[in-house]
C-alpha cells in the first residue's frame, strides 16, 4: 500500500489542530476490536451494522454469511464504508474508511488471515478455510471481504478538535 497524502481539513478542526500522522490511524485501524460497517440496500437506502475486522497488508478483512443483509447488498454494490473509535465526545480517534469490498478467495491469503483473526483475539474468533470459504466454530460457511481504503478520515478530539484526510 502507497502511503497516503496526508492533509488537515482546515474548515472541520480547530484553528490549533495538527494532523493526525497515518502511523497513528494506521495503529487504531490494526488494533480496534469492533467497527460498524455501512452498506447500501438495493433500494438506495443504508444499511449499518457492526463486525469484527482485521487490517492486513493495507486493507481491512471481514467476513460474513451468505444470506446476512450486508452480503447481499454487497452482491449489488460494493462500496462501503467501515468506522470504528471512541465512544467519548472529547478523547480518543475516530476513523472512516472509504473503499469497495471485493470478495476474498485466494486459499493462501484466507489461511493468513485465519491467523491474523485468531491472534488478534486471543483465540476467540477461530475459522478453518476450505476451497475458499471460512467457515466458523459453528460449521457455517462465511465468505472474507477486503476493503483497501480510498479515503481515510481522521477525528482527533482530545486536545484539539481536528479532521485528517489521508487520500490514497
Given at each position: 500500500?502507497?502511503?497516503?497524502?496526508?492533509?488537515?481539513?482546515?474548515?472541520?478542526?480547530?484553528?490549533?489542530?495538527?494532523?493526525?500522522?497515518?502511523?497513528?490511524?494506521?495503529?487504531?485501524?490494526?488494533?480496534?476490536?469492533?467497527?460498524?460497517?455501512?452498506?447500501?440496500?438495493?433500494?438506495?437506502?443504508?444499511?449499518?451494522?457492526?463486525?469484527?475486522?482485521?487490517?492486513?497488508?493495507?486493507?481491512?478483512?471481514?467476513?460474513?454469511?451468505?444470506?446476512?443483509?450486508?452480503?447481499?447488498?454487497?452482491?449489488?454494490?460494493?462500496?462501503?464504508?467501515?468506522?470504528?473509535?471512541?465512544?467519548?465526545?472529547?478523547?480518543?480517534l475516530?476513523?472512516?474508511?472509504e473503499?469497495?469490498?471485493?470478495?476474498?478467495?485466494?486459499?493462501?491469503?484466507?489461511?493468513?488471515?485465519?491467523?491474523?483473526?485468531?491472534?488478534?483475539?486471543?483465540?476467540?474468533?477461530?475459522y478453518?478455510?476450505?476451497?475458499?470459504?471460512?467457515?466458523?466454530?459453528?460449521?457455517?460457511?462465511?465468505?472474507?471481504?477486503?476493503?483497501?481504503?480510498?479515503?481515510?478520515?481522521?477525528?482527533?478530539?482530545?486536545?484539539?478538535f481536528?479532521?485528517?484526510?489521508?487520500?490514497?
Amino acid at each position: 500500500m502507497n502511503e497516503p497524502i496526508t492533509t488537515l481539513d482546515t474548515r472541520f478542526s480547530d484553528p490549533h489542530a495538527t494532523v493526525t500522522p497515518w502511523e497513528e490511524t494506521r495503529r487504531v485501524l490494526e488494533t480496534s476490536e469492533l467497527f460498524w460497517i455501512i452498506t447500501v440496500r438495493v433500494d438506495g437506502h443504508p444499511h449499518l451494522t457492526p463486525l469484527v475486522a482485521v487490517w492486513l497488508d493495507g486493507s481491512l478483512y471481514f467476513c460474513t454469511g451468505d444470506t446476512e443483509q450486508k452480503a447481499r447488498n454487497l452482491r449489488r454494490n460494493p462500496h462501503v464504508i467501515l468506522a470504528t473509535g471512541s465512544l467519548h465526545w472529547n478523547a480518543g480517534l475516530d476513523i472512516v474508511v472509504e473503499g469497495d469490498a471485493v470478495q476474498i478467495t485466494d486459499e493462501n491469503l484466507l489461511k493468513r488471515l485465519v491467523a491474523v483473526w485468531a491472534t488478534k483475539w486471543d483465540g476467540r474468533w477461530q475459522y478453518v478455510v476450505r476451497e475458499g470459504t471460512f467457515y466458523g466454530e459453528d460449521g457455517q460457511p462465511g465468505s472474507v471481504f477486503s476493503v483497501t481504503p480510498t479515503k481515510v478520515l481522521a477525528f482527533a478530539k482530545d486536545p484539539r478538535f481536528g479532521q485528517t484526510r489521508h487520500q490514497f
